[in-house]
């Protein structure tokens, strides 16, 4: 099969690539062909197609016309902060040019069954004034211009998927860690930064309380999900969207698996300068009913320290992903 | 203040257009201008200022930014069956050029509130597998190309008022009777011909059966419910998007009162074909619980008999709505 992964140069997308490219298979088909677009694609795997350029222009979608991916993995897109700074941007990017990609996808099908695309979405798509327990029936109402681009596509990549069109399999991303030490566009940078601070020892001033309670990923774990995504047997579930199965975890408890793992004093290291309205976005997650989603098989990263320390590898740590 | 009508040229556009007129006055609030854009726009009320050709042209957007409204009701678009045989068209109109208004309405403010957008959006954004009752915790999921991206405006839509940009309220419109009899493009065109056609004491075949149970509004009582819908007081629900109240009737029961309000033998003269694809969409409409739009003060057309009488008057029938 050919394999398309937009957004290949960003943090998430760069995890994305390495797997393919060191599993070389997707749910047991072999990857006949892989390609990366971003606007900036750095050194890339041996072999990978590069298809630099502005994703919603139409040299990039005619080269990805060209190419005429089976699965493709989309991830590109302006992070959250950003999009709010800038909602003219967000529209460009986060839908409108999603939207000329999945009209390319569908319209580039060689005959075949419909090429598949795993969405990258969000769990911003929920908003803040979360119900007791996260479960598929809470109503979705985005507190960010970010989160309602991402619902807007995951409707409209549910109706490609019901016309045929496509086969659509969103995913709402929770916090993924640990991002580069690097600005990023996202309110929610602190959650890696924590990471990063107390891997070198160093102090941080947090932007939430200890108590503050997040839904957390590694990018290593979150790859390999959109991965297993592509190939996973979703049903008749017309939505077409999930939320990954999540640790759900306080500040100090993921500053106590950081003291463990790296030997540090995190709790002298850490201190908390709260601000309302990160605390209101990111701080006060509920549980999440997520059966659905593990019964298809996407998984956590297993417990707080396994987190932190598959967090911290690089993307192209060889070896299996569960032993990191 | 300035009133603008997208979709003026239109069915339920022209109701609301007549009705603006004749009020000339908006929640309490004088209309000092009335404007209409559509593709077509056929004889105005007096003084109503034309803006005719396509909503997603750089031309009628810099008219609508110069004519600055404070309250646009947005009712073009392209309709569920056209829509459905034209996806790419259904973007173009339904979702793009919509995106587009709603920036232009926001950018044109002239740093009073934000500008009110009522939007006529539609139950068909719910779905053909209902439960037992649709309430405001129903999931959406739009069986039709037409009600996803009625949905993702929605969304968008709510996005915009989050941010203070527009003050938007999104209606959900039910099956809208009495139609033109000429060709629509909407799957539910059946609905309309049914009353023209006992009014006039045709015969007439239904694609679907007498028990088929759908939602029913007259096109006056939709445009009342539109022009509400632009001062009702919405409280914080951050969605923004609230279902009309509807009088939920079957087949038969429009029957009856159509042979009771002509004098006609409706039994005989309708039949039955059922088309099971027009049932699940069309035919099973459950009961709505819609006490949330009912106490912001919207309203359906009280009885299936004032329903086809008021559904057959002109749209500029003169005198009160709720007497004829």
New interface residues.
Partial sequence: MKVLVTGAGGFIGAHVLALLHRQRHVGGRRIAALAAVDQRLGALPAGVVALQGDLGSDEVLSRIAAFAPDCCLHLAAVPGGAAEAD??LS?RVN??AT?DLF?TLATAGTGGPAPVVVYASTIAVY?S?LPQTVT??T?????L?YG??K??CE??L??FS??GRLDGRALRLPGIVARPRAPSGLVSAFMSELLHALAAGEPITLPVGPEATAWWMSARRCAWNLVHGATMPVGDD??RAWPLPVLRLSMDEVVQALSAEFGVDGRALVGHAPRSDVEAVFGRYPPLDDRIPRALGLRDDGDARALVRRALAPADAPGDDDNL
Same sequence: chains 1, 2.
């Fill in positions: 909602p003219a529209r839908l409108d939207l009209d908003g004034h598929p029936h109503p979705l109402r985005p507190p211009v309602a681009h619902l807007a409707v409209l549910a109706d019901r016309r017309p939505a």
